[in-house]
């Protein structure tokens, strides 16, 4: 069978046995068993046009992609932003730490010892990114290295679906409701900040990841504090950083 029809039987696989259409869920979860790997994670450009993830298989791989929402730095991060694969057979090399200096060790502390990301190229344009991470060092064979780009060709429309319609396609719905709402937490907690700062979006997001990196916190769990009115940030000029004040 052509690897191409194996890559795409694969995911009917699993849509079929959901008795659901074609999702996101079901190319990132085929991708993963197909290529060895510990998790995978998609990624769109956001409404604010920086990266964010639509959909992980695993902590790690959420972990992952918080860590490159935070720091603005890390292998899905630049192939969604230069549309080229970034292939990282090693994230505690010499390398990979100059490369991403915050990210890298972030990373390997939480568990991807080596990652590969595919940009979902539409024309010229990048609209998204698929990232496979593993726990152990080493290359992808060359079957997998083309079972993954066939896997990001695979995501390409459900992205795309995503894109045109944000919020209503069957296939954006995640298993995990622990994630989905996660994430929408960090929707609202910037909606919140922006509102507490008198700043556009932009500048409300920027502050959270700020103050996330800085008191060394997940984004998320920044997001819920916000959320739940245990955080608040106030106008600071002289520290666009994480100024924020307990309840």
Do not use: K
Not at 103 to 113: L, T, Y
Not at 140 to 166: C, G, K, Q
Not at 167 to 188: D, M, N
């Amino acid at each position: 069978m052509d690897r191409a029809v194996r890559v795409l039987a694969a995911i009917n696989e699993l849509a079929s046995a959901e008795g659901a259409p074609v999702a996101v869920r079901h190319v990132c979860v085929a991708c993963a068993a197909a290529v060895n790997a510990s998790g995978v994670g998609l990624y769109v450009v956001g409404e604010l046009g920086l990266c964010e993830p639509l959909y992980v298989t695993s902590a790690v791989s959420e972990l992952v992609a918080e860590l490159q929402v935070t720091l603005g730095e890390g292998p899905g991060t630049e192939a969604l932003g230069e549309d080229h694969p970034v292939l990282v057979p090693a994230l505690s090399s010499d390398p990979s730490v100059r490369r991403w200096p915050a990210f890298a060790p972030a990373a390997v502390a939480a568990g991807a010892s080596a990652v590969f990301a595919f940009p979902l190229v539409m024309g010229a344009i990048a609209v998204g990114a698929l990232e496979i991470h593993r726990s152990r060092e080493g290359t992808l064979s060359a079957a997998e290295l083309t079972e993954a780009l066939l896997f990001a060709e695979a995501a390409l429309p459900r992205v795309l679906d995503h894109l045109s319609e944000p919020g209503t396609v069957e296939g954006i719905e995640l298993p995990s409701s622990e994630f989905e709402y996660r994430w929408a937490e960090v929707h609202q907690a910037t909606g919140m900040v922006s509102v507490q700062l008198d700043s556009d979006l932009t500048v409300a997001f920027l502050r959270l990841r700020a103050h996330s990196y800085l008191t060394d916190r997940r984004l998320s769990q920044v997001a819920s504090d916000v959320v739940e009115r245990r955080l608040r940030f106030e106008p600071d000029t002289d520290n666009a950083g994480a100024a924020g004040s307990d309840g």
